[in-house]
C-alpha cells in the first residue's frame, strides 16, 4: 500500500502526491512490483487523485528506492519542484538499503525526475555502520536565502543489534539551490 505522501503544488496548479511504497514479490497470481516511489496527481485541488504510478526518470526507467519515506517540494526560490528520497542503483525488497539519501529535481511537465539533477545530501561514511540509515528527515526553507534546511538523526535498520544509542546527534543540512 502507499504511506507516508508528501504532497506539493506544481506550477501550473495541479497538487503532486509522492508516497512511500513497497516492492512486491512476484508469485504465481501476481507480476510482482519494482521497490520505487509512486505518485498521483489532482487536477482539481486534491478530491480526487489520480491511479499511482511508479516515479520514473525522464528516459522511462525507474527511480529505485527501498521501502522509506519520501518528500517533495517547491522551492519558492527558483519555483522549482524537487524530490527528497532514498535512491538506490537497482531494485531493492524491503526497507533497506537507505544508505544515501538524494534531492532530484522534478520536471512538473513529465512528472519525472531529472537523472542529471540529481545531487547527494549524505551516504554511508566508512565511520558509519554497515546497516545506517538516512531517513525520517524535516525540512523547511530558509527565509533569507531561500535555501532547503534539512534536518536529521541516523537511523538503523531494524536488523541491527545497536539500532538505539549509536549517536543522538542532530545534522542540519543546507542544500544550496541555483536561483
Known amino acids: 500500500g502507499l504511506s507516508e505522501s508528501a504532497a506539493c503544488q506544481l506550477p501550473d496548479g495541479r497538487i503532486f502526491f509522492l508516497s512511500r511504497c513497497s516492492s512486491v514479490l512476484p508469485t504465481q497470481d501476481h507480476p510482482g512490483g519494482p ?10 485541488g486534491g478530491k480526487t487523485l489520480s491511479d499511482p504510478m511508479p516515479l520514473t526518470y525522464e528516459d522511462g ?4 528506492s527501498a521501502r522509506s519515506m519520501p518528500d517533495v517540494w ?3 526560490k527558483n519555483g522549482r519542484v524537487y524530490v527528497i528520497l532514498n535512491i538506490t542503483l537497482g531494485p531493492v525488497h524491503g526497507a533497506d538499503p537507505r544508505n544515501s539519501l538524494q534531492i532530484a529535481e522534478l520536471n512538473p511537465e513529465t512528472l519525472s525526475v531529472k537523472r542529471d539533477q540529481v545531487t547527494i545530501v549524505d551516504s554511508k561514511q566508512e565511520e558509519h555502520h554497515p546497516l545506517v540509515r538516512f531517513s525520517n528527515w524535516s525540512t523547511i526553507e530558509d527565509r533569507t536565502t531561500g535555501n532547503l534546511l534539512l534536518f536529521m538523526k541516523l537511523h538503523f535498520s531494524e536488523h541491527c543489534p545497536i539500532r538505539k544509542g549509536y549517536d543522538h546527534s542532530i545534522y542540519r543540512y543546507e542544500v544550496e539551490l541555483p536561483d
Open 35 to 44: 521497490g520505487v516511489k509512486r505518485f498521483c496527481v489532482s487536477e482539481d
Open 61 to 64: 526507467c525507474y527511480v529505485y
Open 74 to 76: 517547491r522551492s519558492s
